[in-house]
């Protein structure tokens, strides 16, 4: 969904001073309002489409902060694993030297007993970075869906200029009222974004 304002709302603005200049009575009135509420949908969608811009750069860092706790979570996995590997590697010089019917030296279960510890503390670190990675996915996420409100107000918003312009060229109320009923849905989207 956009993010930016599309519709050049300077030519929009002078165009409609053109007409309100052209016409008195009620239809400069009718002109007048529908620039008022044209203004307005104008500053609401530049709001709208900030906060959009916003969220989204947000999110991502967040996103990028999450793959980099996943990375550091994977290292400690894999550094478990290398302490595993050495743990069955000492364990099975121990079952070598009780096979031979000898007394395995203190130092292999002192050892083993070293790199069991070691899993334990890193199985922790490791879990702590999982849970840390998860927390900054659901906040990225909640951004994103944050975003996706105030895209579609600002395309909503979008949509209401143009209808006001097309009321203020044509002098048809209906068509600005539709251009009121739109930026109000947009009004409400932008309170949903807010509100998430």
């Not at 994103?144 to 918003?157: I, K, P, Q, S």
């Amino acid at each position: 969904m956009p993010e930016e304002i599309e519709i050049d709302t300077d030519k929009l603005r002078e165009t409609i001073d053109d007409e309100i200049d052209r016409n008195d009575g009620a239809s400069a009135k009718l002109i007048r309002w529908i620039a008022l509420t044209t203004a307005i949908l104008a500053a609401l969608a530049a709001i709208a489409s900030l906060e959009a811009g916003g969220t989204v750069n947000e999110a991502l860092i967040l996103k990028t902060e999450s793959t980099r706790l996943q990375a550091q979570a994977s290292d400690q996995w894999a550094y478990y694993q290398a302490k595993g590997i050495k743990a069955g590697i000492v364990q099975a010089t121990a079952a070598t030297w009780l096979a031979a019917g000898r007394t395995p030296p203190a130092t292999i279960a002192a050892e083993s007993a070293r790199y069991t510890a070691q899993q334990d503390s890193i199985r922790e670190r490791a879990s702590k970075l999982e849970r840390e990675r998860d927390a900054k996915s659901r906040e990225a996420d909640a951004l994103m869906e944050r975003h996706h409100h105030y895209a579609g107000a600002v395309a909503l918003f979008q949509v209401a200029i143009a209808l006001g312009a097309i009321a203020a060229l044509t002098r048809v109320r209906p068509v600005w009222v539709g251009s009121l009923v739109i930026g109000g849905a947009g009004v409400v989207l932008g309170i949903m974004a807010i509100a998430h």
